[in-house]
Structure formats: C-alpha cells, structure tokens
C-alpha cells in the first residue's frame, strides 16, 4: 500500500514564526488533504489538494504530484495552530485514506 | 462545526459491558467511516459504508460490531472489550465512495477509555 511519511515529527515555534511541513508518499494519489486536529480531538479539513498550490488566509499548500511529496506553509503562526497536523493520501476508488503520522506544532506566545 | 455529529464524548466502559457509538452526518452523504486513533499510532480506518453497506472491513476484531440504518447515521457497537481498544474512535463522511476528488468530514471524535 501507500506509503506516508510526514516530517518533522515535532516543531516548536514562537509566536510569528513561519513554518514549513512536508508530507512525502510513496505512490501516486487521487487525493491528497491535509487536516489540523485540535487538543480536543477534531480533524478539521484545511486543504483537499492532490496537485497544484492553494492558499487560505495564513495557511498555503503545495503539491509536486510527479515527485509525490505536499508542503504545507504557516505564516505569522499563532497560539491556536498548535496540535497536529495530518497529511492523507487516496490512491485508488476504494474509501482508504492513509494517514501519516503527523507532526506535532506547538506554538509558544 | 463539520456536519458530523457524534455522541457520546467521552465514555468509560468496563469490559464486561456493552455500549455503542454514535454518528449522525447532515452534509447529505452517501458515504461514512469509522476510523480509530489511538496513541502514538497513525489514524487506521475500521469500516467503511456506501448507501447503507458495508464496503470494507479493515480486519477489525468481531467485539466492534458497525451498524448502518440509513446513509445519515452510522453506529459502532461494542462489547467484551480490551483495555488495548482505548482509543479516540472518529466517525467520516464523504460524497461519494472513491475517495478521489472526494473531501472526507469528520466528527469530534469519541474518546473511549476501557478499565
């Protein structure tokens, strides 16, 4: 199956700071979302982008297809972009989504 | 606020008991899944349904019994359970089945705790 592999696994950063997340997968996709989950537990989509570059306010996302790997851009981080960030990957018509392992933001006033 | 809708929160259970999940979805969609986080481990999807049938069973243990009354509602019984089934218990839905140039919504989430 699809391989997906999401780095850092951790990222500390002051509040204002830019970051950058990387999602690499190992096959090619027909979708491809990147989730933020709260401390509480919800997923909420932030972007269904499975090739091409999108933007919402602070948050921005790219994905290179032909090189299977998605970057997901926070600007001027804030305190409630802590949690974690979920890379998801579909490859085929069954309803399998694979999930990366996440990388943990933590986001110090 | 998603569209989907599960209850309970928060549940402890022993393991003698039996309990269920619920999820209900108003976004319209004819698919639904139940996935499983537990610590330190990516999200697993459990079951997926398509109008009301199940399409897939991703191997899960026989003590987590799904149930599908109508494509809005979306049930996880469970019995006997394990201390090692805690776990955060998230319910999905989409358009359509095939997630290719589908978007997947989720629930909060139900955090359940086994003792």
Redesign the interface.
């Given at each position: 199956g699809i391989q997906?592999e999401q780095s850092p696994p951790d990222l500390i950063l002051q509040e204002g700071a830019n970051s950058t997340l990387r999602c690499n997968f190992s096959d090619s996709v027909?979708?491809l979302?990147w989730?933020h989950q709260n401390p509480?537990?919800?997923?909420?989509?932030l972007f269904?982008i499975?090739s091409g570059t999108k933007q919402n306010g602070r948050l921005s996302a790219t994905t290179v297809a032909t090189e299977r790997y998605s970057l997901l851009y926070i600007s001027s981080s804030q305190t409630t972009d802590s949690g974690v960030y979920?890379c998801?990957v579909?490859g085929?018509?069954?309803?399998?989504?694979?999930?990366?392992?996440?990388t943990k933001l933590s986001v110090k006033p | 606020e998603t569209g989907v809708t599960q209850t309970p929160r928060h549940l402890v259970m022993g393991m003698t008991n039996k309990k269920s999940l619920k999820c209900e979805q108003h976004l319209g969609h004819n698919a639904m899944y139940w996935y499983k986080q537990s610590a330190k481990k990516p999200l697993e999807l459990m079951f997926v349904y398509n109008f009301k049938e199940q399409t897939e069973n991703n191997s899960v243990p026989s003590r987590f019994s799904p149930e599908c009354p109508n494509s809005s509602h979306l049930f996880l019984h469970l019995h006997t359970l394990q201390p090692e089934d805690s776990a955060l218990y998230l319910c999905a839905s989409s358009q359509e089945l095939g997630i290719g140039g589908n978007t997947i919504y989720f629930g909060e989430g139900s955090w359940l705790t086994v003792v």
């Open positions: 997906v027909n979708n979302q989730f509480w537990g919800q997923l909420i989509n269904y499975p979920f998801a579909g085929g018509s069954q309803g399998n989504l694979i999930f990366g392992k996440g | -």
